[in-house]
């Protein structure tokens, strides 16, 4: 699975540091997710998605296989 | 270095679970005098020792700022933190086992396994399988 935060992010001029705090999580884990050492959980991925006001598979892409 | 957060219930419950095994043969009468002498001087200092640091873990994380209180909480909640300190238990556990089968394959090789300190150890893995199974079942109808 790979996700699109990073570009989401920069697009926005939002800091890791903003978005963790805006989805309480750490920043060491917006660093993991954005470079795919880590899979959210459906909870994240739901409280990421809305804090851009996209959906999940618009941030989150399933690769089949 | 990692400052500590907020004591977890457990730590409570750990240090109240001496203090309560070391006062044991104190309040009952019929408890084996050498078992019980052992068990004041093991679990009374060591329930008081927990119990003091998890006063003062306690203590330092009321009185660090809001900001600092909320970070650490989330540190603690993290779901990325949670999952590494699952599989870092879990591969601890995987390890002792490896260690446990290693050590009894060597005692057998040694001709060290003598009834006596094979009954014990047979009994330590049937509780500890047992309890695992029995945590995985209580799991599984939790979740």
Sequence with gaps: ?65 | MKKRGKPSKWQWVYALGFIIAGLLPLLLPFFPERFGDRLISLALPAGTAMLLCTALDWKKFENLPWEAQARLDREDQDERNLMLRDRAAWLCWRGEEVLFAAGLGIAYCMDLLVPKILYPIFLLVLLRLTVYRLVRWWLNRKF
């Design chain 1, 1 to 65: 699975m790979t996700n699109r935060i990073a570009e989401l992010r920069k697009k926005r001029h939002i800091s890791q540091a903003e978005l963790a705090d805006a989805v309480d999580v750490t920043r060491q884990t917006i660093i993991s997710l954005e470079s795919g050492r880590y899979n959210a959980s459906l909870l994240l991925a739901h409280k990421i998605a809305r804090y851009f006001a996209l959906t999940i598979e618009e941030v989150f892409l399933f690769e089949e296989g």
